[in-house]
C-alpha cells in the first residue's frame, strides 16, 4: 500500500528539487493576458482549451445532502477550474438516501440540473457502492436466483437450497452454489465484512444483468434521460467482480447452465477437468486452467459488458469506468470510453513498479483501447486509497504519468462532500477541496485540461505495436520502449484477428497504422496469430522479444531490439545523452506536432534532442502556460516533475 520508510524519506527529500527551475504547479498563476490574447490562434486554442477536456473527480456523496450545499460545492469546483464530476453515493449517507430511492434521484437531479446551469458535465455512477452490478442488492431482492453463483468442490454430496451437482469425479462432487460474495454498502454497517454488506449479483446471468441495467439505468433514463448525451457524457461500471467481494474461500467462478456455455466455448466437455482447477498437479493442469480463465473472461464480456453498452448506445450515452484488472484490455472494445485507474499505490514515483509488473501497463491499457478501436477518449480513475500521507508532488508526478502515456480524461479519486467522523478515512484521501493544496488547485486543473486537450484532439504519432492478450500485456519490451523513447501501443489478439488489416507493410487498425510488431512472451500467441502475422515476417516486420516464439526473428537482448526497430522504423525522438527516465508522446493537431515531454526521474536532465517532424519549432510551457521564445528548440532542459511541449510547425 504504501512505500518502505527509507524510500519515502528519499522522496520527500526529492521532491525539494522541483523547487529548483520547476513549479510543479504549486505556485503557478492563472494565464497572463499576454497568453490570453496571442496572435498564435493555436496557442490560444492550447491555453483555454475546450470544458470537455477537464478533470471529472469522483464526488464521495456520503452525508445528509443538502440541495444548497451540492450547488454550493459544485460552483467551488467550477471556481478551481473542475468542470465535471462524478456524483458518488458512498459511505456515510444515511438510509433515507438510499441507492435509487426517489430522495437519491432528487439529489442527483438537483445536480444534473446545476451542472447543465453551469456548463458543467456529469458522468452518472452505477452503483451503491461498488463493484458494479447489483444495485445496491436489489437485483437479488428482486429475484434471489441472481445471487453471485460459484462452483464448490466438495467431499460429500450434501446440497443446501438453490444447489446443483455439476459434476462428480472418484473424490469430489462439484456444487454449483451461492458465492455469498457481496459488494460495499453506502450506510455505516454496510461495509465488507459487515452483515448488512449487500449481496452481489450474478453478473455471469444475462437475465441479473439486464434485471441490473432495468433497475438502475431504466430509472436514470426515467429521470435524467433530458440530459442524456448532453450534460451526462458517460455512465461509469466500476470493476465487476464474478465472485463478489468477501466470497466463499476455494471457489471458482460459475453460473446456471455454465457447463453448456463452456462446452460451446471451448469445443470439448470441461467437466472431466474440473479437479485442474484446483490441483496443480492435474494432467494438462496450466492449458485447462486457461481455458477456464478464456472462458469466464468470454462469459462475462458477452453477458455484462456488451450487453450493457448495447443499453449505452440505445439511450445515446457513453460507457465508461474500467474492468477489474489492470491489463483487462479485451474487454475494453465494449467501452465508448475505455479506462483503467490507478489507485492504492500502484505506482509511486522513482520505483520499478512504474515500468514493471501488471499496474505498469494500465496507462497504455486504456490509450491503446481508444487507438485500436476507434474511440475518442479514454479515463484513468486516480489516486484512490493513496492516503492522507499523499504528497502534491506525487499527485503531480502520477499525472504527468498517466498524460504522457495518453490518458486524456482524469477521474481524481475524489473530492469529498463531507470528511465528517469516519467519513475522512473512507479511501482517503480527499484530492481536493478538503486538502490543503485548494488554493492553488486551478493552474493544476487548467494544466491537465490543456494536456488532455492536446492527447484527446490530436492525432497519435505511433508505429509500434507490442502483441498483448485479452487479459495480458507484457512489460519487459514496454520498460526498454519507454527507456529509449520509442513509442508504443498494445494490441490485442482478438482486436488483430478481428479488426486488422495485415500486409507486408504493417497492421492497420482503428485510427493506427503499425510498421513494427513485436511479441514480448509465448502467452499472447493465440491461436491464429502466428498465420495472420505471416505477411509482416516476410517483410522483417515482426520480432520476438528474448523467447523464442515458433519461426519468429528473435531480439535477445534489449540493444538488439532497438536495433532492429531502427532499421524498420528510425526514432521519432533521439537524445545526445542516454535519458531512461524521459517519456515522450507526439500528437499533431491541424498540421502542426506536439511532442509531450516529461521527466519520471530525480534529476535535472539537460541535454540536446531531435525529432522527426520538419519545420519551425517553439518550445511550450504546459503550466504556466507561455511561449519560451528564448529556449533552443534543439535543447531539452527539463526538471523532475516537470513537462514541456516542443511544437513544430511546417
Given amino acids: 500500500m504504501s512505500m518502505n520508510r527509507q524510500s519515502r524519506r528519499d522522496f520527500l527529500k526529492n521532491a525539494t528539487v522541483a523547487a529548483a527551475g520547476a513549479s510543479a504547479l504549486g505556485a503557478v498563476q492563472a494565464p497572463s493576458a499576454s497568453a490570453a490574447n496571442s496572435p498564435d490562434a493555436l496557442f490560444r486554442r492550447f491555453v483555454n482549451p475546450p470544458r470537455d477536456y477537464t478533470l471529472i473527480p469522483f464526488w464521495f456523496l456520503n452525508d445528509d445532502l443538502n440541495e444548497d450545499e451540492l450547488r454550493r460545492q459544485m460552483d467551488d469546483f467550477a471556481a478551481h477550474g473542475v468542470y465535471g464530476v462524478v456524483p458518488h453515493a458512498r459511505m456515510g449517507l444515511p438510509e433515507t438516501l438510499a441507492f435509487m430511492s426517489e430522495p437519491w434521484l432528487d439529489m442527483l437531479q438537483c445536480c444534473v440540473e446545476h451542472a447543465a446551469a453551469r456548463d458543467m458535465r456529469i458522468i452518472l455512477y452505477d452503483e451503491g457502492m461498488y463493484p458494479s452490478g447489483s444495485c445496491a442488492g436489489r437485483v437479488v431482492a428482486a429475484n434471489p436466483r441472481h445471487a453471485a453463483r460459484a462452483l464448490e468442490r466438495r467431499k460429500r454430496p450434501a446440497l443446501g437450497p438453490d444447489e446443483v451437482i455439476v459434476h462428480q469425479d472418484a473424490d469430489y462432487v462439484y456444487v454449483n452454489t451461492r458465492s455469498l460474495g457481496a459488494i460495499r454498502g453506502v450506510h455505516f454497517g454496510t461495509d465488507d465484512g459487515e452483515p448488512g454488506a449487500p449481496p452481489a449479483a450474478d453478473i455471469l446471468n444475462p437475465e441479473a444483468v439486464a434485471s441490473f441495467l432495468h433497475l438502475t439505468h431504466d430509472r436514470h433514463y426515467e429521470r435524467l434521460g433530458a440530459h442524456f448525451g448532453k450534460t451526462i457524457i458517460a455512465i461509469f461500471t466500476d470493476e465487476p467482480n464474478v465472485l463478489g467481494r ?4 476455494g471457489v471458482k467462478p460459475w453460473t446456471w ?6 462446452d460451446a466455448f471451448l469445443g470439448y466437455d470441461f467437466r472431466p477437468y474440473l479437479a485442474a482447477l484446483w490441483e496443480e498437479d492435474a494432467p494438462e493442469a496450466p492449458r485447462r486452467r486457461r481455458d477456464f480463465a478464456r472462458a469466464v473472461n468470454a462469459r462475462l464480456e458477452q453477458v455484462y459488458y456488451k450487453q450493457y453498452s448495447e443499453w449505452c448506445d440505445a439511450h445515446h450515452i457513453a460507457l465508461t469506468g474500467h474492468p477489474a484488472g489492470s491489463m483487462d484490455i479485451g474487454v475494453l472494445k465494449h467501452f465508448h470510453i475505455p479506462g483503467q485507474d490507478v489507485v492504492w499505490r ?7 513498479k512504474s515500468l514493471e509488473g501488471a499496474h505498469s501497463t494500465m496507462g497504455k491499457c486504456g490509450s491503446s483501447a481508444k487507438i485500436n478501436y476507434g474511440r475518442a477518449r479514454n479515463l484513468n480513475e486516480c489516486f484512490g486509497a493513496y492516503g492522507w500521507e499523499f504528497t502534491w508532488e506525487e499527485m503531480r508526478w502520477l499525472t504527468d504519468w498517466l498524460l504522457v502515456r495518453g490518458v486524456d480524461m482524469l477521474s481524481p479519486h475524489a473530492f469529498y462532500y463531507s470528511i465528517r467522523g469516519e467519513r475522512r478515512n473512507e479511501r482517503p484521501p480527499d484530492v481536493g477541496p478538503n486538502n490543503a493544496w485548494w488554493n492553488r488547485y486551478k493552474p493544476y486543473a487548467d494544466y491537465c485540461r490543456r494536456i488532455s486537450w492536446l492527447n484527446g484532439a490530436g492525432t497519435h504519432v505511433c ?4 502483441l498483448a492478450a485479452a487479459t495480458y500485456l507484457p512489460w519487459r519490451a514496454a520498460r526498454t520502449l519507454f527507456e529509449h523513447q520509442r513509442d508504443f501501443n498494445y494490441l490485442d489478439g482478438d482486436t488483430l484477428l478481428r479488426q486488422a488489416t495485415v500486409d507486408g507493410e504493417g497492421i492497420a487498425v482503428g485510427g493506427a497504422h503499425y510498421k513494427m510488431l513485436i511479441i514480448d512472451g509465448e502467452e499472447t500467441m493465440q491461436d491464429g496469430v502466428r498465420d495472420a502475422i505471416e505477411p509482416l515476417m516476410a517483410t522483417h516486420r515482426a520480432l520476438a522479444y528474448q523467447d523464442a516464439i515458433a519461426d519468429i526473428p528473435v531480439a535477445a537482448d534489449k540493444d538488439m531490439l532497438l536495433k532492429k526497430l531502427a532499421e524498420v522504423t528510425p526514432p521519432d525522438l533521439t537524445l545526445e545523452q542516454a535519458c531512461p527516465d524521459i517519456r515522450y508522446r507526439h500528437v499533431v493537431i491541424d498540421d502542426a506536432h506536439f511532442y509531450l515531454i516529461t521527466n519520471e526521474g530525480k ?3 539537460k541535454t540536446a534532442m531531435r525529432v522527426a ?13 507561455a511561449i519560451l521564445a528564448d529556449a533552443a528548440p534543439d535543447d531539452l532542459d527539463i526538471a523532475p516533475y516537470q513537462s514541456r511541449v516542443l511544437v513544430v510547425r511546417g
Fill in 246 to 249: 468477501g466470497h466463499k474461500r
Fill in 257 to 262: 447452465d455454465f457447463e453448456a456455455f463452456l
Fill in 346 to 352: 500502484y505506482l509511486e514515483p522513482f520505483q520499478d
Fill in 463 to 466: 508505429d509500434i505495436a507490442v
Fill in 603 to 605: 534529476h535535472r536532465i
Fill in 613 to 625: 517532424a520538419a519545420g519551425a519549432a517553439a518550445w511550450w510551457d504546459p503550466e504556466t502556460p
